[in-house]
């Protein structure tokens, strides 16, 4: 089955400076790559997704990276603010199955001081 | 807005005790999951269903059970609850293909057995 490593489990980094984290994935059929956020005590949330037909995509201060060939993929937050505080976890799954399951990677907590 | 409703968030069960955790979504969703989270180990997928009375086994599925008799209903089952599963349970659901595997997750039930 898949498996998704997610680098590093935390990160601690300034306000207003740039965030990175990556994730592998061993399955190359995967197609389908979300990000999701997990503010403390609180449910996960989709934040940005790709799919592997795409290389990278942004929205606003958040962006996504995928190399298929590498298999890896990174989120990248820019001018961190402390509400990007949480843990993020990112996943991988074969998108065009209709019941195909999201795998996820172990998480990184990101901890942004002001 | 897609709602994924658990109608325990904490609970105390005591070793040994038949728990059930109880998963409502909204959105006419096929596919519903419940995912276990543990500080780093990430989310880990218990079992899915696609459709009503369809279960499938994800990849931790010892010691629990599932029922689907209703689309929208989702529940998961702990047979006789052991300390070592004590943690938070996440439901989730998604549409069947559409927007690839876009999975919305509920609030969380945090079960502590003693």
């Known amino acids: 089955g898949e498996n998704v490593e997610q680098h590093p489990s935390t990160l601690s980094v300034q306000e207003g400076d740039s965030a990175v984290i990556k994730c592998t994935y061993s399955d190359s059929a995967s197609n389908y790559f979300p990000w999701y956020k997990q503010e403390l005590g609180k449910r996960p949330q989709l934040i940005i997704d790709?799919?592997?037909?795409?290389g990278e995509k942004k929205d606003q201060r958040i962006a996504v990276t995928l190399n298929k060939t590498a298999k890896h993929f990174s989120l990248h937050i820019t001018e961190t603010q402390p509400e990007d505080s949480a843990v993020y976890f990112c996943a991988a799954s074969k998108g065009d199955s209709g019941y195909s399951t999201l795998t996820f990677g172990k998480g990184t907590m990101l901890l942004v001081s002001p | 807005d897609v709602k994924v409703t658990q109608s325990s968030r904490y609970l105390v069960k005591r070793t040994g005790e038949k728990v059930f955790l109880e998963c409502v979504q909204d959105m006419d969703h096929e596919n519903m999951f419940w995912y276990r989270q543990d500080p780093g180990l990430g989310l880990r997928l218990i079992y899915f269903s696609y459709d009503v009375k369809m279960k499938e086994k994800g990849d931790i599925p010892e010691g629990y059970s599932v029922s689907r008799e209703k689309k929208e209903r989702f529940s998961l089952i702990l047979e006789s609850a052991s300390t070592n599963q004590t943690s938070m349970y996440l439901c989730a659901s998604s549409t069947l293909g559409g927007k690839g595997n876009t999975i919305y997750f509920g609030e969380g039930s945090w079960l502590t057995v003693v």
């Open positions: 790709i799919r592997s037909n795409v």
